[in-house]
C-alpha cells in the first residue's frame, strides 16, 4: 500500500451496513440507522428525464466542467436564494459531492500545509487534507454550543501553514448548523490570514426551523470561497452520483484540470435529469420528505432523552442525531456494537468521525417512523438490562 494512504479510514457507514446485512442473512432483525442518504425514492419528475435521456442516446461524455443548462440551472438557484450572484461559469459539475471535496483540496492544498476543520466531521475531509501531503488541524465541535466551533479556539489554530478552512452546514454527523456570526468571524480570519474556504452546504434544504446561514450570505467572500453542494441529499439521487462546486474564477482552471484527470466529467444523462431538480413538481416532493424528517426527529429525540444514560440535543438540519452515550459507562464503539449484536440496531460511533465524537452514537433518521420508533424500544431495553 503507498504510504500516503497510512492513517486514511474510510466511510465507517458502509463497513457497519455489511456487518448489517451479514446479521440478517443469518435470520436477525435489523433496523437500520447507520447510513446517511434518504430512504425516499428520486422524485419522479428527475427518474422520467433520466429514463428519456437514456433513450435518447445522452451517453456520451459531457464537457468537464459540466453541460451548460446545468450549471446556469444551479447558478439561477442559488443566485436567488442568497445574495451573492453566482456565475455558472463558476460551477463545476463532478459525480458526486465527495469528488467536488476532492477536487477542491487536492487542486489548491500543497504538503506541508495545513487545513483546519471542525470535529467530529465527515471523514473525507481529512482523507483528502492527507492525501494532499497537508496536515488536518482539528477544532472541537462544542455540544454545549450547539456544535458550533468556537472561533477563539480557531483563531488560534492559525499558523503560517494554514491555507485552508473546512466548514460544513448543517453538519454530518452532529445535525448541528452555523449562525452567520460564526461564518462572518471565519471570513475575517480568512481575510486576514489570506486563506480559503471550503464550505460543504450539501444538507442546505434539510432544515427544521429559519433557513440556515450560508457562506453565499456573506458579501465579498466568493474570491476565497469553494462552495460544495450536490443533488445526493436533498433530491434522493446517492446513486445517481451528482455534485457540484462553486469555486473563484483564478482557481477554476486547477479545479478543471484535476475533473479532467481524474473522472472526465459527469454522465451525461445524470446530469439532464438534475435540471428536474428545479421544477415545482419537485420542491414539492423535497418539502414534503423535508416534513417527514422532522416527524422523525422529534419522536427520535424525545424517545432517547427519556432513556438513562442517554442525552440528544435536537439538531437544526441534516438527518442525523447525535446522542451523548458517555453516561453508559463505555466506549462509543462499545455501545455501537452492542447495539447492533444485542439489540440489532445498527448505529456508528462518533470516533468514526474522529477522536473528538468519543462519547457519542451517530444515528441517522433517515428510516421509517415506525422504525424508528423499534430502534427506540430496542434501545431501551438494551439501556435497562446493563
Known sequence: MAGRMSGISGEAAFETLARANELERQGRSVVHL??????????????????????????HYAPVAGIWELRQRIAGELSGRYPNKIDPSTIIITPGAKMMIFSMILSVVDPGDEVIYPAPAYPAYEAAIRIAGATPVAVRLEESKGFRFDLDEVALKVTPRTKMFVINSPQNPTGGVLQLEDIQGLFKLAEEHDLLILSDEIYSKIFYAERPASTLDVPGILNRLLMVNGFSKTTAMTGWRLGYGVVPADLFKAVEL?????????????????????????????????????KRRDVFVDGLNKIKGIRCLRPAGAFYLFPNVSGLGMSSKEVADRLLNEAGVACLPGTAFGDYGEGYLRFSFANSLSNIESALERIKTFVDNL
Open 34 to 59: 447507520e447510513i446517511g442518504e434518504p430512504d425516499f425514492d428520486t422524485p419522479s419528475p428527475i427518474v422520467n428525464a433520466g429514463v428519456d435521456w437514456l433513450k435518447k442516446g445522452a451517453t
Open 258 to 294: 484535476f475533473v479532467n484527470t481524474s473522472v472526465s466529467s459527469t454522465a451525461t444523462f445524470t446530469q439532464l435529469a438534475g435540471i428536474e431538480a428545479f421544477t415545482e413538481e419537485t420542491g414539492v416532493a423535497v418539502q414534503s420528505m423535508v416534513r417527514e424528517f422532522h
